[in-house]
């Protein structure tokens, strides 16, 4: 499932839940290889995609 900032960028896509409160989010779509964590309080709402309450610059500052 597609990760989508609040100014409708693609960040990447769900790997899995880690833990109760962390989307992991799969290393093949990150530009840097690596996976990064997005936590659930980020969430604005799901529908087919995951959708954050954060712009791109705000989600990246946080990696």
Same mark, same amino acid.
């Given at each position: 499932?597609?990760?989508?900032?609040?100014?409708?960028?693609?960040?990447?896509?769900?790997?899995? %839940?880690?833990?109760?409160?962390?989307?992991? %989010?799969?290393?093949?779509?990150?530009?840097?290889?690596?996976?990064?964590?997005?936590? %659930?309080?980020?969430?604005?709402?799901?529908?087919?995609?995951?959708? %954050?309450?954060?712009?791109?610059?705000?989600?990246?500052?946080?990696?």
């Amino acid at each position: 499932m597609d990760v989508i900032a609040s100014d409708r960028q693609k960040i990447g896509t769900v790997d899995h %839940l880690d833990g109760p409160d962390t989307i992991k %989010l799969a290393k093949t779509t990150s530009p840097d290889g690596q996976h990064h964590f997005v936590p %659930l309080a980020w969430v604005d709402h799901v529908d087919t995609h995951v959708h %954050l309450n954060r712009t791109t610059a705000q989600v990246m500052s946080g990696w």
